[in-house]
């Protein structure tokens, strides 16, 4: 029995160290002098702290600040409108008798199966294809972030969580507030949001992890580097300044920093999104 | 109300849908838009060739390395964490860490560990005397590397989803499997297991679904499709008759995107109807 214990603690910490391993070496990689990163052997630790990394990444050919604001707008544009548009959609679904209401909920949950990427290609053309104020949409900054968001305004997912929320809410309470003279608007104002906080903050969070993380799109749309999302940037470093590992790390690091906050101080709330499917 | 998501919906997700379709019946001109119509063309070249076929087997072969070893470790993992462990918090923590790294993020991560010269990889291995691996550029390794950084991406998400069953199993049940003197690995084999088969399921559909649109590590990793197109797998091959080399074959591409779209609806079919029934549901 205490071999049993023994075992186990060391394959969990074995397991664990083998999983942290990146997240540790993307770190110290990031403060370590060049030359040490690539020393041999190896060297795991950074002894001191080197910043000139951080100042390499942010100073390179490829402008990763201006990029990480890009990102910022697309990611902050998606996450808003997702949440407006999937709170309106879930409100009609689950407060407001209509004809047909379950064949296009049924409609709706059908459009999460469909792979993107069997979609992007009539998306490219047909983006591509727009022009804002005489030209193609991709030649502005304006329209290289309406091209960058579009296509996600809004999303199945964010409606299906918020009506399981909203279907839970207590039929007494809706018939009360409609009884006090409360119209549609003002109860989902005042009463229906507040109550949903959790599952707001649930849907918010994936949304935006979902949208920072994206590549496939990003990766089409954007003519010059400056218009670029961040994880792109950070594929350009590693292909630009492949001599240079510690500068490529410091830039992951910077990249990871908005996600690794809402995975670490969030969980509770992205558990509850990210595992909505598969209990039933 | 729901019209902003009806029209979202209309315009990016089924107009595309039409259209893809009716790309892949159409030639293509140098900037990708269709021309003449050519009929079921796309479809014959593709399935009469040998190349097309690498590229399915390639893609199979990634869902294998990706998808076993992913739940496995997981289903390890979970197991092991139920052995009322100290410091189970910590744990958690580590495991869901993964989480925070984007597709970009993590295959940089790996190919600076990757890197044939200077990488951590084969510094390590020469350390021990071992000979240095082409981690990316060995047609037999690039593909497993690749898996290795796509299961490190989605254990955390394993993990969760699988610690979460177990969290629904019913205290009591484990409590009479100890009355009864089934403890550790008996309990686990007899009880957790069985009782975890909803979640296994859903587990292996989602990461084959997502093995299968896995692009972003392969297009960094092995920027060309690998040594002798080894990591050539469908999505790669959908971007890259597309846009490589200014090839812009959109239809060609479409044709390859109506076959992703197909075999992704049958797992979709798949998880909804034909193994549901013989999964052990409560």
Same mark, same amino acid.
Request: charged fraction near 10%; charge should be positive; glycine fraction near 10%.
């Given at each position: 029995? =205490?071999?049993?214990?023994?075992?186990?603690?060391?394959?969990?910490?074995?397991?664990?160290?083998?999983?942290?391993?990146?997240?540790?070496?993307v770190?110290?990689?990031?403060?370590?002098?060049?030359? =040490?990163?690539?020393?041999?052997?190896?060297?795991?630790?950074?002894?001191?702290?080197?910043?000139?990394?951080?100042?390499?990444?942010?100073?390179?050919?490829?402008? +990763?600040? %201006? %990029?990480?604001?890009?990102?910022?707008?697309?990611?902050?544009?998606?996450?808003?409108?997702?949440?407006?548009?999937?709170?309106? &959609?879930?409100?009609?679904?689950?407060?407001?008798?209509?004809?047909?209401?379950?064949?296009?909920?049924?409609?709706?949950?059908?459009?999460?199966?469909?792979?993107?990427?069997?979609?992007?290609?009539?998306?490219?053309?047909?983006?591509?294809?727009?022009?804002?104020?005489?030209?193609?949409?991709?030649?502005?900054?304006?329209?290289?972030?309406?091209?960058?968001?579009?296509?996600?305004?809004?999303?199945?997912?964010?409606?299906?969580?918020?009506?399981?929320?909203?279907?839970?809410?207590?039929? $007494? /309470?809706?018939?009360?507030?409609?009884?006090?003279?409360?119209?549609?608007?003002?109860?989902?104002? =005042?009463?229906?949001?507040?109550?949903?906080?959790?599952?707001?903050?649930?849907?918010?969070?994936?949304?935006?992890?979902?949208?920072?993380?994206?590549?496939?799109? *990003?990766?089409?749309?954007?003519?010059?580097?400056?218009?670029?999302?961040?994880?792109?940037?950070?594929?350009?470093?590693?292909?630009?300044?492949?001599?240079?590992?510690?500068?490529?790390?410091?830039?992951v690091t910077l990249s990871i920093l908005p996600t690794l906050?809402?995975?670490?101080?969030?969980?509770?709330?992205?558990?509850?999104?990210?595992?909505?499917?598969?209990?039933? | 109300?729901?019209?902003?998501?009806?029209?979202?919906?209309?315009?990016?997700?089924?107009? *595309?849908?039409?259209?893809?379709?009716?790309?892949?019946?159409?030639?293509?001109?140098?900037?990708?838009?269709?021309?003449?119509?050519?009929?079921?063309?796309?479809?014959?070249?593709?399935?009469?060739?040998?190349?097309? =076929?690498?590229?399915?087997?390639?893609?199979?072969?990634?869902?294998? /390395?990706?998808?076993?070893?992913?739940?496995?470790?997981?289903?390890?993992?979970? /197991?092991?964490?139920?052995?009322?462990?100290?410091?189970?918090?910590?744990?958690?923590?580590?495991?869901?860490?993964?989480?925070a790294f984007s597709?970009?993020s &993590?295959?940089?991560?790996?190919?600076?560990?990757?890197?044939?010269?200077?990488?951590?990889?084969?510094?390590?291995?020469?350390?021990?005397?071992?000979?240095?691996?082409?981690?990316?550029?060995? *047609?037999?390794?690039?593909?497993?590397?690749?898996?290795?950084?796509?299961?490190?991406?989605?254990?955390?998400?394993?993990?969760?989803?699988?610690?979460?069953?177990?969290?629904?199993?019913?205290?009591?049940?484990? $409590?009479?499997?100890?009355?009864?003197?089934?403890?550790?690995?008996?309990?686990?084999?007899?009880?957790?297991?069985? /009782?975890?088969?909803?979640?296994?399921?859903?587990?292996?559909?989602?990461?084959? +679904?997502?093995?299968?649109?896995?692009?972003? %590590?392969?297009?960094?990793?092995?920027?060309?499709?690998? *040594?002798?197109?080894?990591?050539?797998?469908?999505?790669?091959? +959908?971007?890259?008759?597309?846009?490589?080399?200014?090839?812009?074959?959109?239809?060609?591409?479409?044709?390859?995107?109506?076959?992703?779209?197909?075999?992704?609806?049958?797992?979709?079919?798949?998880?909804?109807?034909?193994?549901?029934?013989?999964?052990?549901?409560?």
């Amino acid at each position: 029995m =205490r071999t049993g214990r023994v075992v186990t603690y060391v394959v969990l910490i074995g397991a664990a160290l083998l999983v942290i391993f990146p997240v540790y070496y993307v770190i110290a990689g990031s403060v370590m002098a060049p030359g =040490r990163i690539s020393s041999y052997p190896p060297d795991l630790f950074p002894h001191g702290f080197f910043t000139g990394n951080y100042k390499g990444a942010t100073s390179s050919g490829t402008p +990763i600040g %201006q %990029q990480y604001l890009n990102s910022i707008l697309q990611t902050s544009i998606i996450t808003l409108s997702q949440l407006i548009t999937s709170v309106l &959609a879930a409100y009609a679904f689950v407060f407001m008798k209509m004809w047909g209401r379950t064949v296009l909920f049924g409609l709706f949950l059908a459009t999460l199966m469909v792979p993107w990427e069997s979609i992007v290609l009539p998306n490219y053309l047909t983006i591509t294809g727009w022009e804002l104020g005489g030209h193609g949409l991709t030649k502005t900054y304006a329209g290289t972030m309406i091209a960058l968001v579009l296509p996600f305004l809004a999303n199945a997912f964010g409606v299906f969580l918020l009506r399981q929320s909203f279907l839970q809410f207590p039929v $007494e /309470l809706r018939d009360a507030a409609t009884i006090d003279g409360a119209g549609h608007w003002r109860f989902l104002s =005042r009463i229906l949001l507040p109550l949903n906080k959790p599952a707001l903050m649930a849907v918010g969070l994936y949304v935006f992890l979902s949208a920072w993380n994206q590549f496939f799109w *990003p990766l089409l749309i954007g003519d010059s580097a400056s218009r670029r999302t961040l994880q792109i940037g950070i594929s350009q470093l590693n292909d630009a300044e492949a001599a240079d590992p510690g500068l490529i790390l410091a830039g992951v690091t910077l990249s990871i920093l908005p996600t690794l906050a809402i995975v670490i101080f969030g969980q509770r709330f992205i558990v509850r999104g990210l595992t909505a499917g598969a209990i039933r | 109300m729901l019209l902003p998501c009806v029209v979202v919906f209309a315009l990016f997700i089924v107009w *595309p849908l039409g259209k893809s379709v009716s790309l892949s019946l159409h030639g293509s001109d140098l900037f990708g838009r269709p021309d003449a119509y050519v009929g079921l063309q796309h479809y014959k070249d593709m399935l009469g060739s040998a190349e097309f =076929r690498h590229i399915l087997w390639v893609t199979f072969a990634f869902v294998l /390395l990706t998808v076993i070893p992913g739940v496995l470790g997981a289903l390890v993992v979970v /197991l092991l964490l139920e052995q009322h462990i100290k410091g189970i918090r910590i744990f958690r923590t580590a495991f869901a860490l993964p989480f925070a790294f984007s597709v970009a993020s &993590a295959s940089v991560i790996f190919a600076t560990i990757y890197n044939p010269a200077i990488g951590l990889a084969n510094g390590l291995l020469g350390r021990f005397g071992v000979d240095r691996i082409g981690w990316l550029t060995d *047609p037999s390794w690039a593909l497993i590397s690749i898996a290795i950084t796509t299961v490190w991406m989605s254990i955390g998400y394993n993990v969760l989803v699988l610690s979460a069953g177990i969290g629904a199993i019913p205290t009591e049940i484990n $409590e009479a499997a100890t009355l009864d003197g089934a403890g550790g690995f008996r309990a686990s084999r007899y009880i957790t297991i069985p /009782l975890l088969g909803p979640q296994l399921f859903f587990l292996i559909v989602i990461s084959t +679904i997502q093995s299968l649109q896995g692009f972003g %590590q392969i297009k960094i990793l092995t920027p060309e499709g690998g *040594p002798e197109q080894s990591t050539k797998t469908l999505v790669y091959s +959908i971007y890259h008759t597309a846009f490589a080399n200014n090839a812009s074959d959109f239809g060609a591409a479409s044709a390859q995107a109506i076959v992703l779209l197909v075999i992704l609806l049958a797992c979709t079919a798949i998880q909804f109807g034909v193994l549901e029934r013989r999964v052990h549901y409560k």
